[in-house]
Nanobody, 114 residues
Framework: VQLVESGGGLVQAGGSLRLSCVAS????????MGWYRQAPGIQRELVAS???????TYADSVKGRFTISGDRSKNMVYLQMNSLKPEDTAVYYC?????????WGQGTQVTVSS
């Protein structure tokens, strides 16, 4: 399984970005798709996730601003990020769990200027 993220970049505070993650390989048994982020010197944290049963969770810090969605037909998962804040600056990673295996993308940088 390979995951490739795109859509990161530099944006001013208050702006929006949409991250995309495309998956390839043997995806049968996918039970979890999520977005994590990691800022320098800070532990990687879960930002948003969606399970195969449709359960969606968000970190408290992004509730009301970020939206996770998926397109099963295209093997895509998205993260719409609105009202971005400088503290959202981080490398964002796509994560997928297939059966008992976990996969990560290479990450995409999001930088929010004040």
């Amino acid at each position: 399984v390979q995951l490739v993220e795109s859509g990161g970049g530099l944006v001013q505070a208050g702006g929006s970005l949409r991250l995309s993650c495309v998956a390839s390989g043997s995806l049968f048994g996918t039970n979890f798709m999520g977005w994590y982020r990691q800022a320098p010197g800070i532990q990687r944290e879960l930002v948003a996730s969606i399970t195969s049963g449709g359960s969606i969770t968000y970190a408290d810090s992004v509730k009301g601003r970020f939206t996770i969605s998926g397109d099963r037909s295209k093997n895509m998962v998205y993260l719409q990020m609105n009202s971005l804040k400088p503290e959202d600056t981080a490398v964002y990673y796509c994560n997928r769990r297939v059966l008992n295996w976990e996969y990560w993308g290479q990450g995409t940088q999001v930088t929010v200027s004040s």
